[in-house]
């Protein structure tokens, strides 16, 4: 970044090489078939977003929540002007900053396709597309509290306490920040930092008809698949701008590797355009010819997977994040993906009861502790279902418009089209509700001691859909 100083970042990328490389070659005469290939560098110039959010940070800003406040005085007592930048006692803190070693994200693009040409008017092309994203943005909560143990022991940094138990209420105690919330990516205090990276692979096959004859065609095929431990701001993360949340363990820079919150497996495009044959009687006549001449039709098609969704429980994690965390669930015992969407109860998409609350009882060992850390109250730890583990329905979509044109002279015409998005009138699914704490409000049951799902509420069910009913349109256009 110019003009910034080296107190404010650390890191000053002065590598940044951005080569370009690329080859076509056509190995025989009649020039019918060509292999193409490239390999590039390529750096993000991020947006300032992320760093005009520190804006509203501590000391600049001050975010706090005040639970059960009086509705005569709502708010709480600043500290006098001349005390800056001294914050409100008693108040966790909340707010976003950045990774002061921040560095310059950038992405390795590679591909290699083969185009044949089968006829004069008929090209087929086969590639394979990949790229590998690092020092990709993320944002991390870097205030996630640590397990204690008598063999390792936490000592506060404020009060010089010894803590060696673990409770969801000592969960601010054993934080390494004091006085700011000890929540998960998704909330409390976090940092951007560009620890995040992916990787993606696809074969894309396509098969092109050309204009003339009246005929234009393209269909094409994409098989891929899209890896990170981020995804950026997506409405499954609940993140803004460029960065992203996670939800696993703040500390493990893999907790959350997983298919992109956007990955499609599959992903199928047919988009035609046609000029209409003009009817033999229609020569006859004038009318005929300003009636029957000049149609034109198009439509596009579409087919693909649908996207993934991460299940999340906002009671789960309570011994890293206290008694506010939002963690993942566990599987329970013999669940795996493939159960998950197997015997499923009427009105559900996944079966929620493959999913229980990572309950721990007072006196067992934390599993995410690794044999470690022992709990001295009932709480939930971080479950061991992974990021994206289940996906969303398929999409179908079927769009269709009919042109007819009026000439008027040689650069003029008037132009009259229908068009009708969604022709079939396709309902497509939105994803299910994925957190598993959405069994209560709905009528659900959550046994506390065992986690298990007696009653599944709206955990697992579809209430949305993704796409508008069948619209529509007309339009009168006049080109000159």
Same mark, same amino acid.
Request: charged share 15%; with cysteine; net charge positive.
């Given at each position: 970044?110019?003009?910034?100083?080296?107190?404010?970042?650390?890191?000053?990328?002065?590598?940044?090489?951005?080569?370009?490389?690329? %080859?076509?070659?056509? @190995?025989?005469?009649?020039?019918?078939?060509?292999?193409?290939?490239?390999?590039?560098?390529?750096?993000?110039?991020?947006?300032?977003?992320?760093?005009?959010?520190?804006?509203?940070?501590?000391? %600049?800003?001050?975010?706090?929540?005040?639970?059960?406040?009086?509705?005569?005085?709502?708010?709480?007592?600043?500290?006098?002007?001349?005390?800056?930048?001294?914050?409100?006692?008693?108040?966790?803190?909340?707010?976003?900053?950045?990774?002061?070693?921040?560095?310059?994200?950038?992405?390795?693009?590679?591909? $290699?396709?083969?185009? /044949?040409?089968?006829?004069?008017?008929?090209?087929?092309?086969?590639?394979?597309?990949?790229?590998?994203?690092?020092?990709?943005?993320?944002?991390?909560?870097?205030?996630?509290?640590?397990?204690?143990?008598?063999?390792?022991?936490?000592?506060?940094?404020?009060?010089?306490?010894? /803590?060696? =138990?673990?409770?969801?209420?000592?969960?601010?105690?054993? +934080?390494?920040?004091?006085?700011?919330?000890?929540?998960?990516?998704?909330?409390?205090?976090?940092?951007? #930092?560009?620890?995040?990276?992916?990787?993606?692979?696809?074969?894309?096959?396509?098969?092109?008809?050309?204009?003339?004859?009246?005929?234009?065609?393209?269909?094409?095929?994409?098989?891929?698949?899209?890896?990170?431990? +981020?995804?950026?701001?997506?409405?499954?993360?609940?993140?803004?701008?460029?960065?992203?949340?996670?939800?696993?363990?703040?500390?493990?820079?893999?907790?959350?590797?997983?298919?992109?919150?956007?990955?499609?497996?599959?992903?199928?495009?047919?988009?035609?355009?046609?000029?209409?044959?003009?009817?033999?009687?229609?020569?006859?006549? =004038?009318?005929?010819?300003?009636?029957?001449?000049?149609?034109?039709?198009?439509?596009?098609?579409?087919?693909?997977?649908?996207?993934?969704?991460?299940?999340?429980?906002?009671?789960?994690?309570?011994?890293?994040?206290?008694?506010?965390?939002?963690?993942? @669930?566990?599987?329970?015992?013999?669940?795996?993906?493939?159960?998950?969407?197997?015997?499923?109860?009427?009105?559900?998409?996944?079966? @929620?009861?493959?999913?229980?609350? @990572?309950?721990?009882?007072?006196?067992?060992?934390?599993?995410?502790?690794?044999?470690?850390?022992? $709990?001295? $109250?009932?709480?939930?730890?971080?479950?061991?279902?992974?990021?994206?583990?289940?996906?969303?329905?398929?999409?179908?979509?079927?769009? %269709?418009?009919?042109?007819?044109?009026?000439?008027?002279?040689?650069?003029?015409?008037?132009?009259?089209?229908?068009?009708?998005?969604?022709?079939?009138?396709?309902?497509?699914?939105?994803?299910?509700?994925?957190?598993?704490?959405?069994?209560?409000?709905?009528?659900?049951?959550?046994?506390?001691?065992?986690? #298990?799902?007696?009653?599944?509420?709206?955990?697992?069910?579809?209430?949305?859909?993704?796409?508008?009913?069948?619209?529509?349109?007309? +339009?009168?256009?006049?080109?000159?």
């Amino acid at each position: 970044m110019p003009n910034v100083s080296k107190r404010v970042l650390h890191s000053v990328d002065a590598n940044n090489f951005a080569p370009r490389v690329g %080859f076509a070659y056509s @190995p025989f005469d009649s020039g019918r078939l060509t292999l193409r290939g490239g390999y590039g560098i390529f750096h993000s110039r991020s947006t300032f977003v992320s760093f005009n959010n520190t804006l509203f940070s501590p000391p %600049f800003y001050l975010q706090t929540f005040s639970v059960n406040a009086p509705v005569e005085n709502p708010f709480f007592p600043l500290p006098a002007q001349e005390q800056f930048p001294a914050l409100v006692q008693g108040f966790p803190r909340f707010g976003s900053t950045f990774d002061r070693n921040i560095r310059t994200p950038y992405v390795q693009q590679y591909n $290699a396709s083969a185009q /044949i040409l089968l006829t004069r008017e008929m090209l087929w092309e086969t590639a394979y597309v990949g790229t590998r994203g690092l020092n990709l943005l993320r944002q991390v909560a870097i205030n996630q509290a640590r397990l204690a143990s008598l063999q390792r022991p936490i000592v506060n940094a404020v009060t010089g306490a010894i /803590i060696t =138990t673990n409770t969801p209420n000592n969960a601010q105690l054993r +934080a390494p920040f004091q006085g700011v919330l000890p929540s998960n990516g998704l909330g409390g205090f976090f940092q951007d #930092q560009s620890t995040a990276q992916s990787v993606y692979h696809s074969l894309q096959t396509s098969l092109t008809r050309r204009l003339p004859g009246g005929l234009q065609l393209l269909v094409s095929y994409t098989y891929a698949k899209s890896i990170d431990n +981020a995804s950026g701001g997506s409405a499954n993360t609940g993140a803004a701008s460029e960065t992203g949340g996670i939800l696993g363990d703040q500390t493990d820079n893999r907790a959350n590797r997983g298919v992109s919150d956007f990955d499609r497996t599959h992903r199928f495009v047919l988009s035609f355009l046609c000029d209409l044959p003009r009817p033999a009687f229609a020569r006859r006549s =004038t009318v005929g010819r300003w009636l029957f001449t000049n149609w034109q039709m198009s439509g596009i098609v579409t087919a693909m997977s649908g996207v993934p969704f991460d299940i999340v429980d906002s009671g789960a994690g309570t011994f890293y994040y206290g008694p506010g965390g939002v963690a993942r @669930p566990n599987w329970v015992a013999g669940a795996t993906r493939e159960t998950a969407m197997s015997n499923v109860p009427p009105g559900y998409f996944f079966n @929620p009861f493959a999913f229980a609350r @990572p309950t721990v009882q007072a006196g067992q060992l934390i599993p995410s502790s690794n044999g470690t850390a022992t $709990a001295a $109250a009932n709480g939930t730890d971080l479950g061991n279902v992974g990021r994206n583990v289940l996906r969303g329905p398929r999409q179908r979509n079927v769009d %269709f418009s009919l042109s007819k044109r009026f000439p008027i002279d040689e650069s003029k015409s008037v132009e009259f089209r229908a068009e009708v998005f969604n022709l079939l009138n396709q309902v497509n699914f939105a994803n299910p509700i994925s957190n598993l704490n959405a069994v209560a409000p709905s009528g659900g049951r959550i046994d506390q001691n065992t986690g #298990q799902i007696t009653i599944p509420g709206g955990f697992g069910r579809i209430i949305s859909t993704s796409n508008n009913p069948r619209i529509i349109q007309f +339009a009168l256009k006049f080109n000159f």
